[in-house]
C-alpha cells in the first residue's frame, strides 16, 4: 500500500536514497531481473495514471533493450529511462548475463490529488476483495 515500505531493513541504502528524493514520490519501487536470452513480449499496462522510470544497474550495455511504440532505446548503467507504459512496450536481453533494474512507479503529473487519493482507494479495496476479506 501507499507509503509502506516492504523490506525496507533488507534494501536500507535504495529506501534511503528514495525517502532523500525531493519533487518526485514513487508509489511503488522494485527491482527487476531479467534472465539472459530472454523477450518479454509486447503489451500494454492500461494505466495511463502512471509514468514508469527504468534505472539500469547491472547489464551488458549494447545488449539489452526496451522498445515503446516504434522507438527502441538501450538502457545504459546508471542512466535512467522514463517511458509511458500504456503504450505497447517490449523488452529483450541478448546477452549471456542477466539485466537488473531499479523500477519506480509514479503518478501521471497531470492527476489531482483526488484523483490519485481516489484510485489508491479503488486498489486497496480491489487488493482487499482478492485476499477474500
Request: hydrophobic share 35%; charged share 30%.
Amino acid at each position: 500500500t501507499e507509503d509502506t515500505w516492504q523490506d525496507e531493513k533488507r534494501f536500507k541504502v535504495t529506501t534511503g536514497a528514495l525517502k532523500e528524493l525531493t519533487g518526485i514520490k514513487p508509489f511503488e519501487a522494485f527491482f527487476a531481473k531479467m534472465p539472459p536470452r530472454t523477450k518479454i513480449a509486447p503489451h500494454s499496462d492500461n494505466l495511463n495514471y502512471v509514468l514508469t522510470s527504468h534505472l539500469a544497474l547491472e547489464l551488458e550495455e549494447g545488449k539489452c533493450s526496451i522498445t515503446v511504440g516504434n522507438e527502441e532505446k538501450y538502457w545504459k548503467e546508471g542512466e535512467m529511462l522514463i517511458l509511458d507504459t500504456t503504450f505497447i512496450h517490449s523488452t529483450k536481453n541478448e546477452s549471456n548475463r542477466p539485466r537488473y533494474i531499479l523500477v519506480l512507479r509514479f503518478w501521471h503529473p497531470g492527476l489531482t490529488e483526488e484523483e490519485r487519493r481516489a484510485i489508491h482507494l479503488s486498489h486497496a479495496i480491489l487488493a482487499r476483495a482478492a485476499k477474500g476479506m
